[in-house]
């Protein structure tokens, strides 16, 4: 029997005044990239708790010692362009995973997501798969991009997005109930537009400085 889908909601003070900072109107791109990074960072500390580690021979200055290793080949999946803003927190933490960057816009008219661009290999997939994208609303792109990656053949992939509307959470787990879900917050819904409410406005704009 397979169990129930993970969602995992950071509740943490820090994250809580982090976001207060994202969703504010007047912050500049400078620092909505910067709080991005940090809580990106919070969110790759939650989402790699499981990690296996296997055992690494090693001598400090004082003597010899096993330590541990990261055992499995990590992917970072940043979904294009808002994802992109999340990598460097992530490589920091992980600084051997691979990047694999997947292109995919949202209709405006439609909200439907539209795949355009990744260069996954036929073979030889990651063990784990971490997606990155800042938000996710009705759970298209999300959804989308996690069946490229079971495509590859990845067994764990887990979605990181910094704000998520229900909508979107619901579809995810109806369509890939495998995909663990780590996300900082879980808003109101979504307007008729297909926007998060409260949210944050659009997270690729922001951090690209190219709204209006
Ligand atoms: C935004 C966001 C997600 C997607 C979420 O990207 O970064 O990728 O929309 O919406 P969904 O859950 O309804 O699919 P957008 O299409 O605005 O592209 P951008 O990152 O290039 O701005």
Redesign the pocket.
């Known amino acids: 029997m397979p169990g129930m889908p993970i969602l995992n909601i950071l509740d943490h003070p820090l994250v809580a005044c982090h976001l207060t900072t994202l969703r504010d109107k007047n912050t500049p791109p400078s620092e909505f990239r910067q709080t991005v990074n940090r809580l990106a960072t919070l969110l790759a500390f939650a989402a790699t708790q499981d990690l296996s580690t296997a055992e690494a021979q090693i001598e400090t200055p004082i003597q010899k010692m096993v330590g541990r290793t990261l055992l499995n080949r990590i992917g970072l999946v940043p979904?294009?362009?808002?994802?992109v803003g999340m990598v460097d927190s992530l490589l920091n933490m992980i600084p051997t995973a691979e990047v694999w960057h997947l292109g995919?816009?949202?209709d405006e008219s439609t909200?439907e997501?539209v795949r355009y661009y990744d260069k996954l290999p036929a073979g030889d997939p990651v063990d784990v798969a971490f997606v990155l994208?800042?938000?996710?609303?009705?759970?298209?792109?999300?959804i989308l991009a996690g069946k490229m990656l079971q495509d590859w053949g990845v067994k764990k992939i887990k979605m990181i997005s910094i704000i998520s509307a229900p909508e979107?959470i619901k579809r995810m787990q109806e369509a890939l109930p495998t995909i663990e879900i780590h996300t900082c917050a879980v808003d109101r819904g979504l307007n008729e537009h297909?926007f998060i409410v409260p949210g944050l406005g659009?997270?690729?704009?922001r951090i690209f400085n190219t709204t209006g």
């Open positions: 979904i294009l362009r808002a994802g995919v816009y949202r909200a997501p994208d800042p938000m996710l609303a009705t759970g298209g792109s999300a979107g297909k659009d997270a690729g704009d």
